[in-house]
Structure formats: structure tokens, C-alpha cells
């Protein structure tokens, strides 16, 4: 099972940028995905995710109404393309795979496979 | 949003302790909470999922317990290549937060 990113770059302030994430190993369209960023020198940030089918995204509040997430299941890929790109916005990209699995107290929902990480830069 | 916080934010200890590290909840998220280890540059790595199961592959001195606002993550002999830093995630509403990391780093 694998995930690798790509798309990262120097982008200037106000800029787009679209990220893609490619799996294989799995059944790529029976999972959620995940896009997780990490700024330089600190933590974990999730930012955003989308089902199995692409019917339902959700996203941190910092990035709603300049990034959106997609994905193509006929090419196991998926995507962040990001728009209005800020200088808080440089850090390194993650996708990662959402694995299901119903426990007794519900369904639980965990990140288990992910990618090495593509680096964004928003610098002018 | 759910606000997660771990304790400590780095610790120092030597090969064969044992280390504790705690999160905790701003509401309850019952034990929906996972475990990641991140060594430098790296990829996160999963360890615990549904704050107690160990994620397969991950060695068993890694254990999680706790529920509702309270958890632990606790290495009962540390190795070498524990040296790292450790971020709980919840996943019981909203976004997905994580808590601001622990580093674990050699006495």
C-alpha cells in the first residue's frame, strides 16, 4: 500500500497551487481520504477530507473557500487544489488514507496509510 | 472545535524507561482518539487507534487507555528508535484537531 504526493512548489502570496495524491496497493474508492499539512517546526494540522465516492468534503475552518478537495477513482488519485494561497499556508503536505472500522461503541475512523509529504512554499 | 492537549511538550529519558505521555480533550470524545509517531522528517506512523488498540505491526510495549476526556499513551520500555514526537489526534466531530505534539528525546 502506498501514497504519493506531488504538485509542491514556490508560489507567491495570492497564488493557486493543486497538490495530487496517488495510491496504490488498495482499493483506492473504498476509502476516505485525508489531506494533513504540517508548518516549519510544528505540529500536525488536518485540513481537509472527502468520502469514498466524493459526495461529502469537510475542511478546516483557516482554508474553507480557498482549497478544495477531489478525487478521481478511475485514476486512484486525489487532489487539493489550492487558491489564495497566504505565507501560513507553507508547510508540508500529507495525504493519508482513512481506514473503517466499526468497534462496539460505533465507527471508528483512523489514519493508517500515508504519503511521504510534498512541500508548499508561499514566498515572494 | 474540539481542542486537544498533551502533556508534556518534551520529556528526556534513557533507553528502558518507561514514558507516559497524556492528552487531554476540551469535551468528551468517548475513545475516539488515535496515536501517531513522527520521527524527524518523516511521515506520521499510526500506533493506536480507538484510544487502546494497537495498530498491527506496532510493538507491544506502545499501550493507549482512557476515555471520555482523559488518555495516555504510554511506552513501557523505551528503544532507541522511540525517539521521536508524538501527536494524539481525535476523531469524534469536527475537524480532525491533534494536540501539539510531545518530543521524546535522549537523556
Known amino acids: 500500500m502506498q501514497l504519493v504526493e506531488s504538485g509542491g512548489g514556490l508560489v507567491q502570496p495570492g497564488g493557486s497551487l493543486r497538490l495530487s495524491c496517488e495510491g496504490s496497493g488498495f482499493t483506492f474508492r473504498t476509502y476516505w481520504m485525508n489531506w494533513v499539512r504540517q508548518a516549519p517546526g510544528q505540529g500536525l494540522e488536518w485540513v481537509a477530507n472527502?468520502?469514498?465516492?466524493?459526495?461529502?468534503?469537510h475542511y478546516v475552518d483557516s482554508v474553507k473557500g480557498r482549497f478544495t478537495v477531489s478525487r478521481d477513482n478511475t485514476k486512484n488519485s486525489l487532489s487539493l487544489q489550492m487558491n489564495s494561497l497566504r505565507a501560513e499556508d507553507t508547510a508540508v503536505y500529507f495525504c493519508a488514507r482513512d481506514y473503517a472500522r466499526t468497534l462496539g461503541n460505533g465507527r471508528h475512523y483512523y489514519m493508517d496509510v500515508w504519503g511521504k509529504g510534498t512541500t508548499v512554499t508561499v514566498s515572494s | 472545535d474540539i481542542e486537544m492537549t498533551q502533556s508534556p511538550s518534551s520529556l528526556s529519558a534513557s533507553v528502558g524507561d518507561r514514558v507516559t505521555i497524556t492528552c487531554r480533550a476540551s469535551e468528551s470524545i468517548d475513545n475516539y482518539l488515535s496515536w501517531f509517531q513522527q520521527r524527524a522528517g518523516k511521515a506520521p506512523k499510526l500506533l493506536i487507534f480507538?484510544?487502546?488498540r494497537l495498530q498491527s505491526g506496532v510493538p507491544s510495549r506502545f499501550s493507549g487507555s482512557g476515555s471520555g476526556t482523559d488518555f495516555t499513551l504510554t511506552i513501557s520500555s523505551l528503544q532507541p528508535e522511540d525517539f521521536a514526537t508524538y501527536y494524539c489526534q481525535q476523531i469524534y466531530s469536527g475537524p480532525r484537531t491533534f494536540g501539539q505534539g510531545t518530543k521524546v528525546e535522549i537523556k
Open positions: 472527502i468520502k469514498e465516492d466524493g459526495s461529502e468534503t
Open positions: 480507538a484510544a487502546s
